[in-house]
């Protein structure tokens, strides 16, 4: 298996980007004369190694030259649609997120986090798209949303869980927060402690010579 694929097709170069707070999205080269469209798994790996996968959707492509580019975003492709306003009455946080991501066609995955949060006596979504309908609740709520790699919604507060790996730093720059790491998987993700340290936005990213880092940048710590 090549270094990165998306389906059967060999990826040239890719940025997938992970926030702390958001859905991961990713910039790929593709060796196919035909755009991409609909879902892609974008598989990450090294040679006799289980591969890190990343389930998505493609929101745009144009294919040149006998390669296609593609933007992809984490989960169904739903986070931008626009969702009409609503209103609620003494109504949990979990009832009102998880009716903006059924609306939305995407998955809820670990919404343990809104259990047992205060019930909003009055809310008024607005009509906006889901990803800021999602923002919105979530501040009220005093929590934070994000897209995991196999592409569900997690909700809730962080508890940064320490990295089970072996991280292997290859270059820091402290006064960023800022290091990058040539791991054997890319299984770093935001939300972790890394090294002691908060993990808040990982990049990672393959070059056109096959060359694979992560960049983390850190949060600091209340």
Not at 104 to 120: H, I, K, R, T
Not at 127 to 151: D, I
Request: glycine share 10%; with cysteine.
């Amino acid at each position: 298996m090549s270094l990165v694929q998306i389906g059967s097709l060999e990826v040239i170069s890719l940025r997938l980007s992970m926030p702390l707070a958001g859905a991961w999205t990713a910039e790929a080269e593709v060796d196919t004369a035909e755009p991409l469209a609909g879902p892609a798994v974008i598989a990450l790996g090294v040679e006799n190694a289980a591969p890190v996968e990343f389930s998505g959707t493609v929101l745009e492509s144009r294919a040149f030259e006998g390669r296609a580019r593609a933007f992809i975003v984490g989960g169904r492709g739903g986070l931008r649609r626009e969702l009409p306003p609503r209103q609620y009455q003494l109504a949990p946080p979990r009832l009102i997120v998880s009716a903006i991501l059924r609306e939305a066609n995407e998955d809820a995955g670990e919404l343990e986090g809104l259990d047992g949060l205060p019930v909003l006596a009055r809310w008024v979504r607005a009509r906006a798209r889901v990803a800021e309908g999602l923002n919105v609740v979530c501040r009220r709520a005093g929590v934070s949303w994000r897209v995991r790699r196999n592409g569900t919604i997690r909700v809730g507060v962080e508890t940064w869980p320490a990295y089970h790996g072996r991280p292997f730093c290859i270059s820091e720059d402290g006064a960023h927060a800022r290091a990058v790491y040539a791991q054997e998987a890319p299984d770093i993700e935001p939300g972790i402690l890394l090294e002691g340290r908060r993990v808040g936005r990982v990049v990672h990213r393959v070059d056109d010579a096959g060359a694979f880092r992560t960049e983390v940048l850190f949060e600091e710590a209340p």
